[in-house]
């Protein structure tokens, strides 16, 4: 399976299916990055952020924002929900016999995201978990290589898990990487995803920001700036 990526300004973003998205991750080793406009608007203003996107190995549009984007530009591409190829990321790796480690969230979020998932999945193998609030990533990046899992979930929020997995990269070149942002609040139990109704409709977004208002500076004045600089590419190139 070959990589078709269609252009949002200045990024590939694969138009893979769910289902393609998650064979081509399980046989493909590196860094999967689940892109935003969010993540995109960081970008403008960060190279490193940018060559990091730019060098990920698959970059799946996470939500309804790059969906309706790429649509103006053309291109009918189905979101993947990070969350939701994560999920499925983990039942593929315990199916097949592969390891699985996870850092993010705080201490008490990540062990009972481990203690679910242990439910959940019963031939999940964690070979490595950690919370995320550290100091010394080298630490981290080194006690994982060593645990030499198949598939690493890094949920820091972005662009942190991003430069972490890029860091991690270089040192575990043949696993399978993805950065999850708040996956494991919601795993825990911790914080509720929207009702299928919302998801379906594409206002997960929405319903995020009426239940935290402090989300609301993340996508304004972003998401409308987002949408126009599209437009622009739509009708200028
Ligand atoms: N987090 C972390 N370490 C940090 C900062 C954040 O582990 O230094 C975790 C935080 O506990 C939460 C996740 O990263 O579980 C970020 O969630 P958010 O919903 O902000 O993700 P985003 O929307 O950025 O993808």
Redesign the pocket.
């Known amino acids: 399976m070959d990589r078709a990526l269609v252009n949002i300004l200045g990024y590939g973003v694969d138009t893979f299916s769910f289902d393609d998205a998650l064979n081509y991750a399980g046989s493909n080793p590196g860094q999967i990055v689940t892109i935003n406009p969010e993540m995109i608007a960081a970008a403008a203003k960060d190279e490193a952020f940018s060559k990091v996107i730019s060098d990920a190995e698959l970059v799946v549009p996470d939500g309804i924002g790059v969906e309706i984007g790429l649509k103006i530009l053309g291109h009918n591409v189905k979101r993947i929900p990070g969350i939701e190829l994560g999920k499925a990321l983990i039942v593929k790796f315990s199916n097949e016999g592969k390891s699985i480690a996870l850092v993010?969230?705080?201490s008490e979020?990540i062990s009972k995201t481990v203690e679910n998932l242990k439910n959940e999945v019963p031939n999940i193998k964690i070979v490595y978990s950690h919370?995320?609030?550290f100091n010394d990533d080298i630490a981290i990046i080194n006690e994982i290589t060593e645990a030499t899992p198949n598939l690493v979930l890094v949920?820091?929020?972005?662009p942190?898990?991003e430069f972490f997995i890029q860091k991690l990269k270089s040192q575990l070149p043949n696993a399978t990487m993805i950065g999850l942002?708040?996956s494991?609040?919601v795993w825990a139990g911790v914080v509720n995803r929207a009702p299928e109704i919302w998801q379906n409709l594409g206002l997960e977004w929405l319903y995020r920001t009426i239940k935290e208002p402090q989300r609301f500076k993340?996508i304004f004045p972003t998401l409308p700036l987002f949408v126009l600089k599209v437009c622009k590419e739509r009708l200028f190139n």
């Open positions: 993010g969230a705080k979020v919370d995320g609030y949920a820091l929020g972005s942190k898990q942002g708040g494991f609040d993340r």
